[in-house]
């Protein structure tokens, strides 16, 4: 079963930046589908970003598409969430998850592991 360690987040301002990391292990990670999530406060788990370890494929919700980027590194053991001109209504707590299969990528009920979850909190 993959292990999810998350790290980042924090406080901004409107308008700024922020990248989230997310290290995994104990998988074989070729076979798993990431995802980011995002819960605000009296609100469920929302959808944020997906990719799949292997190949090009990611989907992006539309309140972020062109603002925010989930990538992996090189050694394809983590997996990134850059967040880019950042709204205050983009403040919630946020989960990286996995699968281990190819899912389709925004099925919340779908991934099995999850990190911890880290705050961001937007300001205006």
């Known amino acids: 079963q993959v292990h999810l360690v998350e790290s980042g987040g924090g406080l901004v301002q409107a308008g700024g930046s922020l990248r989230l990391s997310c290290a995994a292990s104990?998988?074989?990670?070729?076979?798993?589908?990431m995802g980011w999530f995002r819960q605000a406060p009296g609100k469920q788990r929302e959808f944020v970003a997906g990719?799949?370890?292997?190949?090009?494929?990611?989907l992006y919700a539309d309140s972020v598409k062109g603002r925010f980027t989930i990538s992996r590194d090189s050694a394809k053991t983590a997996v990134y969430l850059e967040m880019n001109s950042l709204k205050p209504e983009d403040t919630a707590v946020y989960y990286c998850?996995?699968?281990?299969?190819?899912?389709?990528?925004?099925?919340?009920?779908?991934?099995?592991?999850w990190g911890q979850g880290t705050q961001v909190t937007v300001s205006s």
């Open positions: 998850a996995a699968a281990r299969a190819l899912i389709r990528l925004s099925q919340l009920e779908r991934y099995t592991n």
């Open positions: 990719m799949r370890w292997t190949g090009s494929t990611t």
């Open positions: 104990g998988g074989t990670l070729s076979e798993y589908t």
